[in-house]
């Protein structure tokens, strides 16, 4: 039986952040609009952190049950270590999606978007089905994609509209740089299990890009997501401090660039998500200074 630190090693608090973030900074672009409502933004919160501990228990059994994580050089897994049966770590990520889903519906009463139940269900299948399933997308290198909808444009403008009942063109970049961070995580990820997913048959876009060409998508990621606020500078010069996070960023980059060993990007994964944080915070500051 899997111990309790190790259940909460396999949830992988270093991308909780990813999770976080949107919400500010969603929170941030309904202040700009006078609109921000602290019950729907934790409410909000309780939807983003649930949806990622499920879809990282939904990694932990789908990959675990096809024995993709057999030789895994990252994090502690659950089902590839035979800690916890295949069945109790899946229905651990269904009581998470669960709990999304009781949270999603309270905060789509509450600002009575009907529409945003559609969505919801969306966001649960899409993260039950990036991994899961016959035929899962993570496999054929979409991950990535889902990735900066669901955690980035969803979850910012998701966050922003239910609080404001509108969306702005700051919320869109807001959103556009969230999921750019999130995606580079994921890549981060990805690139360290190159060798692990190609011979397990899981197509990654790191593995279809090719080792060189995915290390440099992640500074290349990190730097659009610093420059797209900054298209609204002129309105709010505050956002000019979103060039600090140039500075974090160098770290993490010279790594994903120059580690030659798989375990030295490790570091990688929990560097992006403090990354995520600082630039939800940054953000937030250019818009309400």
């Known amino acids: 039986m899997a111990s309790f630190s190790q259940w909460v090693a396999a949830a992988r608090l270093r991308t909780l ?166 995606t580079a995580l994921l890549m981060a990820n990805n690139v360290r299990d190159i060798p692990t997913d190609t011979e397990a048959g899981k197509k990654t876009l790191a593995v279809r890009l090719g080792d060189t060409k995915a290390r440099w998508s992640y500074p290349i990621m990190l730097a659009v997501a610093i420059g797209v606020p900054l298209l609204y500078a002129q309105e709010h010069p505050w956002l000019w401090l979103m060039l600090i996070l140039l500075v974090a960023s160098v770290r993490p980059s010279l790594i994903m660039l120059e580690a030659e060993e798989r375990g030295e990007l490790i570091p990688v994964l929990k560097m992006t998500g403090l990354f995520g944080i600082l630039y939800a915070i940054v953000f937030t500051l250019g818009v309400v200074l």
Request: charged share 10%.
């Open 17 to 182: 952040p990813m999770a976080i973030a949107p919400v500010v900074v969603g929170s941030a672009a309904a202040a700009e609009l006078d609109s921000f409502h602290a019950g729907k933004a934790l409410l909000a919160l309780i939807v983003a952190l649930a949806l990622q501990i499920g879809v990282n228990y939904s990694n932990d059994y789908s990959d675990g049950i096809r024995g993709t994580d057999d030789q895994r050089v990252g994090p502690f897994r659950l089902t590839g270590s035979g800690a916890a049966a295949p069945v109790t770590v899946r229905n651990m990520a269904f009581a998470f999606y669960g709990l999304a889903a009781v949270a999603g519906l309270a905060l789509t009463v509450w600002s009575q978007a009907w529409w945003l139940m559609i969505i919801g269900v969306a966001s649960i299948v899409a993260a039950w089905f990036y991994t899961g399933g016959k035929k899962p997308y993570g496999y054929l290198g979409l991950g990535e994609v889902f990735v900066f909808v669901f955690f980035g444009l969803v979850a910012v403008l998701g966050t922003t509209y239910t609080q404001a009942g509108e969306i702005s063109g700051l919320a869109v970049t807001g959103a556009v740089g969230t999921g750019l961070v999130s």
